[in-house]
């Protein structure tokens, strides 16, 4: 048989528009299947926050979704998404000024000689790095503008896109799910359980060892094998322009200009970072904070007005397969709304966790919290519409509130490094110009590994009767 032949029969993974094209008119189904209701939601007044009436669910009229709303629900999406995927134009136009200043190779070509020989140990000092920023101030999209500088870098010693995003967002995601103090997961989760405030940080510490060890030594093989053999790269034959490039990085030589374009860098970044801990930065203050830094070094790098303007266009017609993935996948959410079949899901999963044994029933609520994190995926969001009415049921089958919470927040945070509908990682994959089905093909592994760490996890706190330590 032919190679023409044997490729020709060989399985070919769809276009990533059309995966989630696919998953937006199972949705659309659903509206004509499942049976529609909702829950009462009314405003907390001590909190601010909008709860969920655990015991109000009801069914309601059918809304199917007819073929012109499921065409409208992509520029619907895109309309919801609008914050993301315009903040993802700005960081992809602003790096490619920075970019022409020169400034960006320069700097790597010094990163360069500060880790050779010790390449492997960069993946364990990011990956921890970002891990506490996820666990103490959630951080999640906002990694978004770290994408563009750990893909040069990874690309310079030799690893491809994918590890540097498995660096930085993976690494984020193992603080984000451990939820150490994460005010946004645990948080919001123990102030509707009424818990003291991030109580349990002891058992959720263990938890985050082992999320950080088993992401940092898959994350180190699959570095190593690409670094070995540059073939046995996911991304091989699909993505790996500039690679060239970073191969002659050690001959450029270090300027002023350079230097003061990379404190313009420095300086913004610690304001973005300084603004998301203390002035309650989002991606709006973002976009701002970062379009600003590449005007100021567009010009500290000796560039003409006309010569910024060029470069920013042209990084936005580079970055816009992915921002508007952003868009497209946002509508799958559109289209369970719009059939009111969210709330219905949510109760039928619900409902499961009380018909199995007491001492699995927490490992079925996380895998519940897993799946129900499909259709919310804002962390915040889902602890308070499921909380609610997972504390309740936690309360009726024996459980301790304290569990329900880890149960939550390992269900959240997981499966935001795999799931289509997280904006987040959707801007991320954006970024790195990352198909998401070869991101997927790199991190299922990884999930499923940590699927049996939360389950065992789970299992235990059940055991021990999980309080607040």
């Known amino acids: 048989m032919s190679e023409a032949v044997a490729k020709k029969k060989g399985f070919k993974v769809p276009h990533t528009y059309v995966i989630l094209c696919s998953f937006i008119l199972l949705a659309a189904i659903g509206s004509y299947v499942l049976t529609p209701g909702v829950y009462d939601r ?115 010693v030799g690893y491809d896109d994918v590890v540097a995003v498995a660096m930085l967002s993976t690494g984020a995601a193992i603080g984000f799910s451990a939820g150490l103090a994460n005010p946004f997961t645990v948080g919001v989760a123990q102030t509707v359980a009424e818990l003291p405030l991030f109580s349990g940080f002891g058992f959720r510490l263990i938890g985050y060892v082992a999320l950080y060890i088993s992401a940092v030594m898959y994350t180190m093989r699959y570095a190593k094998m690409v670094k070995l053999d540059p073939t046995k790269s996911y991304l091989y034959g699909v993505e790996r322009q500039g690679a060239e490039k970073v191969r002659s990085l050690d001959n450029i030589t270090f300027t002023k200009t350079h230097g003061l374009v990379l404190i313009d860098i420095l300086l913004f970044m610690i304001y973005m970072l300084y603004g998301v801990m203390k002035l309650d930065f989002y991606i709006m203050e973002l976009a701002t904070v970062f379009f600003a830094m590449g005007v100021v070094g567009g010009l500290l ?104 919470v880890m149960a939550f927040h390992y269900g959240d945070g997981f499966s935001n490094s795999i799931i289509p509908t997280s904006g987040g990682l959707m801007g991320v994959l954006a970024m790195a110009k990352i198909p998401y089905e070869k991101w997927v093909k790199f991190i299922w592994p990884l999930m499923v590994i940590w699927t049996i760490i939360g389950c065992v996890l789970c299992y235990v706190s059940v055991l021990i009767d999980l309080g607040p330590f």
Do not use: W
């Open 301 to 404: 790098g000796r560039l003409s007005p006309s010569d910024i303007a060029r470069a920013f266009v042209q990084g936005c017609a580079d970055i816009t397969f992915g921002a508007l993935v952003v868009g497209v996948s946002r509508a799958i959410l559109v289209t369970l709304q719009n059939g009111q079949i969210i709330d219905t899901i949510i109760h039928f999963l619900a409902n499961l966790v009380t018909e199995v044994p007491r001492a699995i029933s927490a490992v079925v609520m996380f895998l519940v919290q897993s799946v129900i994190n499909f259709f919310i995926p804002s962390g915040s969001g889902q602890a308070a519409t499921t909380m609610p009415i997972m504390t309740p049921l936690a309360d009726m089958i024996g459980l301790t509130r304290q569990t329900a």
């Open 42 to 156: 009314a405003k907390d007044e001590r909190t601010g926050r909008t709860l969920v009436d655990p015991n109000s669910y009801h069914v309601v009229e059918r809304t199917p979704v007819s073929p012109f709303k499921l065409f409208s629900s992509v520029p619907q999406g895109m309309v919801a998404a609008a914050e993301i995927s315009f903040f993802i134009f700005i960081c992809g136009g602003v790096f490619t000024v920075l970019q022409a200043t020169g400034a960006i190779d320069a700097g790597l070509s010094k990163a360069i000689v500060a880790v050779r020989g010790r390449e492997r140990l960069m993946i364990p000092f990011i990956m921890f790095l970002f891990s506490i920023t996820g666990a103490t101030m959630g951080l999640s999209e906002e990694v978004i503008v770290f994408v563009p500088i750990g893909v040069a870098l990874a690309r310079a």
